[in-house]
């Protein structure tokens, strides 16, 4: 027998962004074509969404196909601002860390309808554990940015006392779990508060949240499997951004299924939706949310979009993706597509746009203003060093009020 | 006061909790319809109901991984990991997770669990079923670590670490776990109900965390021990005949350092003793922190006595467990010193 010699394979970045950013090889799903199952529907009986786009918007702006109704007007213009505003929010803090005044930051950009688009389908009481990149689940609530920015600042104001890098907030009144920076941890918390939730007989849903990097990771199955095994109430996002730093989808496993299809091996619901449509993002949110709300279990949703901005102000992707990947990516600019579709519905122009950005603007300049006044992380006030041994522990033990002493406090 | 194994001890902490606080659970591999491999929780799920008492798959990063997320709701669990070798999947969720929720939220959420998990060799574990990982937990801001030596401490340490605010690591000395061994592997087996320490209030009672306990007065020495080690080091004692003061320690951290220090400035001797390996174990805290605190009233170097520094053997384990003749021979050595 004449055996070839075994070769070993790493895999390239998909076709869609190699060096000649050919996106050919993407498959856009028809919009009027992808079904809209029942809310009870089995997981066996939709196995083609894990492969499928859920989409709304066509080429031309218009909502059509059985995803189109759920979103009225003035919810898509507060969809719209909220987009805006996370983008502003992002350029004003990427220039802030330029100037020195923070260590660090992590813009959406280009992801914005995800986040923004999913806290529309939540209520008041339920709880997302988000990655880095959800500060749109906050700002589509119209949660303070003067506050957001003191943490991004460590500053005196700072409600996690300069202990977080930045980004990586806390709110829990507004449903939004303390983030963590270890990969997938907190895939398989929601799944805990979720059970924890159904357990109790309450009504609140939680949400998990991970990037496709992190699926690789052994919490994401951990996650899976309790959610298979005890079908709480929580929806398991996968954020699809192509990029975990400078890291292809296809080292995940991407070239093999989609991030979607992860969830048919545990029995478990999956859509892979594209995230650069804020009306598919809520519909699909929507589902998966009232899924869980009406005990019927967890749902998995690859958010299918693209990372436009660098991992973070640490990182410099002209090292490994060509400049004009974000401008030929398939699924287009989330903001541009909703505002496209508005404006062709006579319901938005040009110039309300304009007015809305330069509202935003001065009213992120007016935050960022009263958030420096308490303080950067490098000059004004920021917490005393003493806070430093505060809630480590609920109450302090002897060994670090001790160290504390030593310090000079 | 009815006499209880430390298996019925623990068993009867989450019974009294479960029954005055419908927020605690408790979950882990074969810990609902069996019980337990152990036995701990045998009757609670027919008692309780399985959303309170139940199997879980084996993954013991997404046993403690949502036991974070329950506890981030406001549910009490008590997750259980089967063996304490095979907590290491779990330690990311552990060290990362519920140590600093309260810390990186400032407060604003926590982890108000408890891990329980049996430790130590002395049963033809080998490698994988004798460990004594504390000193992992004891390196790590943010949790709390007890480890029992008796039914009635189990007890009372299980019901305050379960309603504690803080996550407690809470190990329990399987070799222990049906009698007070004391190392002399190669004799009858005695029962919980011939040592005091078996005697059990009923209902509620708590062992404070972050308190040592004077086991036996002495004058020449002060041995500091916690889990098996404890009986070991008394066996040890009686049989050179030295005046030795044992501490069990219960709480490593918090630590109660005061009992320690009073009593090393009593004695001018310590030596400690735990089962773990030696090199970075909990004895090399110890060691340091009684060389800060008592340098001056010391009359002979601190002494370790523990497992060495190999992985536990299987066919070598009285080899490998630092029983009462290596205790003993120790003793001497450092009364002559």
Redesign the interface.
């Known amino acids: 027998m004449n055996v070839q010699p075994l070769t070993f394979h790493v895999p390239e970045p998909h076709p869609c962004f190699g060096s000649a950013a050919d996106v050919s090889g993407f498959q856009l799903s028809d919009a009027v074509r992808v079904r809209r199952p029942e809310i009870d529907v089995e997981a066996s009986e939709i196995r083609d969404l894990a492969y499928e786009l859920i989409r709304v918007l066509d080429a031309d702006g218009h909502a059509v196909g059985p995803w189109s109704e759920a979103c009225t007007v003035d919810q898509l213009r507060s969809g719209l601002r909220a987009m805006l505003k996370t983008r502003a929010y992002d350029a004003r803090m990427t220039v802030m860390q330029r100037q020195r005044k923070t260590s660090f930051y992590m813009q959406c950009t280009g992801e914005e309808a995800i986040a923004c688009g999913f806290q529309s389908a939540l209520q008041a009481g339920d ?1 997302n ?1 988000p990655t880095y990149r959800q500060q749109g689940l906050l700002i589509a609530q119209d949660w303070p940015l003067v506050d957001l920015m003191c943490q991004v600042l460590s500053n005196e104001k700072d ?3 300069g ?2 890098l930045p980004v ?1 907030y ?3 009144e507004a449903g939004f ?2 983030i ?1 920076g ?1 990969l997938a ?13 159904a ?2 007989g309450d009504s609140r849903v ?1 949400a998990a949240w991970i990037g496709e990097g992190a699926t690789a990771e ?2 994401f199955h ?2 899976l ?2 959610a298979s ?1 005890y079908r709480p109430p929580v929806v398991l996002n996968v954020v699809n951004n192509q990029w975990a730093i400078s890291t292809a989808q296809s080292v995940a496993g991407g070239a093999q299924a989609t991030f979607a299809a992860r969830a048919h091996g545990y029995g478990i619901p999956a859509l892979r939706v594209d995230g650069n449509d804020y009306l598919a993002v809520h519909a699909a949110a929507c589902w998966a949310v009232e899924r869980a709300r009406r005990n019927l279990g967890s749902t998995l949703i690859e958010w299918v979009t693209y990372r436009a901005a660098p991992h973070s102000t640490s990182d410099d992707p002209s090292k490994y993706r060509p400049q004009n990947d974000q401008a030929v990516w398939p699924l287009g600019d989330p903001v541009e597509r909703l505002k496209d579709h508005l404006t062709g519905i006579g319901e938005w122009s040009e110039a309300r746009h304009v007015q809305l950005k330069a509202e935003l603007d001065e009213e992120i300049a007016g935050a960022a203003k009263e958030a420096q006044g308490s303080g950067t992380l490098v000059e004004g006030s920021k917490c005393s060093p003493a806070s430093m041994f ?5 109450s302090m ?3 670090l009020r001790e160290q504390r002493q030593e310090l000079g406090f | 006061m009815p006499s209880l194994t430390m298996i019925e001890a623990i068993r009867d902490a989450m019974d009294v909790m479960m029954a005055r606080d419908d927020r605690v ?1 408790t979950f882990g591999q074969d810990v609902g319809r069996f019980g337990g491999v152990f036995r701990c929780t045998d009757g609670l799920q027919g008692k309780y109901g399985s ?2 008492c139940f199997d ?2 084996i ?1 013991e ?2 046993i403690v ?6 506890g ?4 009490r ?1 008590v997750a259980e990991i089967q063996f304490a070798d095979y907590m290491y ?1 779990a330690y ?2 552990i060290v ?2 519920a140590a600093r ?10 982890a108000p669990i408890v891990v329980r998990m049996p430790c130590g060799g002395g049963i033809f574990g080998a490698q994988t079923h004798s460990q004594s990982p504390e000193a992992l937990f004891t390196h790590v ?2 949790l ?1 670590t007890v480890i029992p030596s008796n039914p009635h401490d189990a007890k009372g340490l299980l019901i305050a670490a379960i309603e504690d ?2 996550p407690v690591v809470f190990l329990e000395p399987k070799r222990i776990y049906n009698g007070p061994f004391d190392g002399h592997h190669d004799r009858p087996v005695v029962p919980w109900s011939k040592h005091e320490l078996s005697e059990t209030p009923q209902g509620h009672y708590t062992v404070p965390i ?1 308190e040592a306990v004077v086991r036996r007065e002495g004058a020449e020495v002060s041995i500091l021990a916690y889990g098996t080690m404890v009986h070991v080091a008394e066996a040890a004692r009686r049989e050179v005949g030295i005046d030795a003061e044992i501490i069990d320690l219960r709480s490593l ?3 109660d ?1 005061d009992t320690i220090v009073q009593s090393v400035i009593k004695t001018g001797r310590c030596m400690i003793v735990h089962e773990a390996t030696r090199t970075s174990g909990f004895g090399a805290e110890l060691s340091a922190l009684i060389q800060e605190k008592c340098f001056y009233h010391l009359e002979a170097p601190v002494v370790r006595v523990t497992g060495w520094d190999t992985p536990y053997p299987h066919a070598q384990e009285w080899d490998y467990f630092p029983g009462p003749d290596r205790v003993g021979r120790a003793l001497i050595r450092l009364m002559e010193s």
């Open positions: 709880m554990f409600r996690m006392k202990r977080q990586f806390s709110a829990r779990f303390s963590s270890n941890t907190q895939y398989v918390q929601a799944v805990g508060w979720a059970m924890a939730s357990m109790r939680a052994n919490d951990a996650a499997v309790f095994v505060d809630d480590v522990y609920k033990p002897p060994h | 659970v959303s309170r879980t798959p993954s990063s997404g991984g949502i036991a974070v997320g329950m981030a709701y406001g549910l669990p999947p990311d969720q990362s997770e929720l309260r810390y990186r939220s400032a407060g604003e959420f926590s801001a943010g709390k605010d803080d972050g951290i918090p630590l350092v």
